[in-house]
């Protein structure tokens, strides 16, 4: 059942803002003019094996319809009247590593973090918002649920204190690799390539509220935040 509800506010992150421990593993994905928030799913399934891509059994497609690196794997029979985007279905990630193994591509580089490749929720439960309305997915003690949530008082999260990132390779290890880029770009082993390095830093901010002021102060057309027991993402990209 989709049916739109009349919030206290139309703000996605206002609501996000509101969700308790108690409200776990939480996933949230904008795309355009959309906004989908789900938590407590059904089932999960993750791992480093790309045969556990098998069990999504739905037509895994963009949330966006578009391409994109967040994915939801929406059952065949989605809305198709424009009312929401995402009835139900699958939300998670496909790691970089995890989408070289599915392209059959050999990597040089130490997985020195040993995270899951990938990791998928299954929601059959969520909200969405669009242009200040809200909607919800599911039966009426769903729909209380959210207006429990609704009703909390909106505090004022501490300041989220500055981040020291680190880089992981010195400036003679970035610009030897630079010169490789240029110089495999010029044999024609690559026409495009995305050089990039991680950054490190430490904080013991609460990973939700930090996502949320992130998403204030620089506000993207595509953003995702998931939980999972072994990582939480989060991201803000300009890229459709």
Not at 100 to 115: M, V
Request: charged content about 25%; some cysteine.
């Amino acid at each position: 059942m989709i049916k739109e509800l009349q919030l206290s506010s139309g703000d996605p992150l206002i609501f996000f803002s509101k969700l308790k421990k108690s409200e776990r593993l939480v996933s949230l994905v904008t795309a355009g003019e959309w906004t989908v928030i789900a938590w407590d799913p059904s089932k999960t399934i993750g791992g480093n094996d790309v045969k556990i891509l098998d069990h999504l059994s739905c037509e895994a497609v963009p949330f966006s319809r578009a391409g994109r690196r967040d994915w939801a794997c929406l059952p065949a029979g989605r809305d198709e009247a424009g009312q929401a985007p995402f009835p139900s279905g699958w939300i998670g990630y496909i790691s970089h590593d995890m989408g070289a193994q599915l392209l059959g591509i050999s990597l040089k580089a130490k997985d020195d973090l040993r995270l899951p490749g990938l990791c998928f929720h299954r929601y059959d439960r969520a909200i969405a918002f669009r242009t200040s309305k809200a909607f919800a997915i599911g039966d009426d003690s769903w729909i209380e649920a959210i207006r429990t949530i609704d009703r909390r008082p909106l505090r004022n999260p501490p300041p989220v204190p500055r981040l020291n990132f680190r880089p992981q390779m010195t400036k003679r290890e970035y610009e030897r690799g630079f010169r490789r880029v240029k110089q495999c770009i010029k044999d024609g082993d690559v026409y495009q390539l995305n050089f990039a390095q991680r950054f490190d830093a430490e904080s013991a901010c609460d990973r939700r509220v930090l996502f949320a002021q992130l998403a204030r102060s620089h506000p993207a057309a595509c953003m995702s935040y998931f939980e999972s027991d072994a990582v939480t993402l989060l991201s803000l990209s300009p890229e459709t």
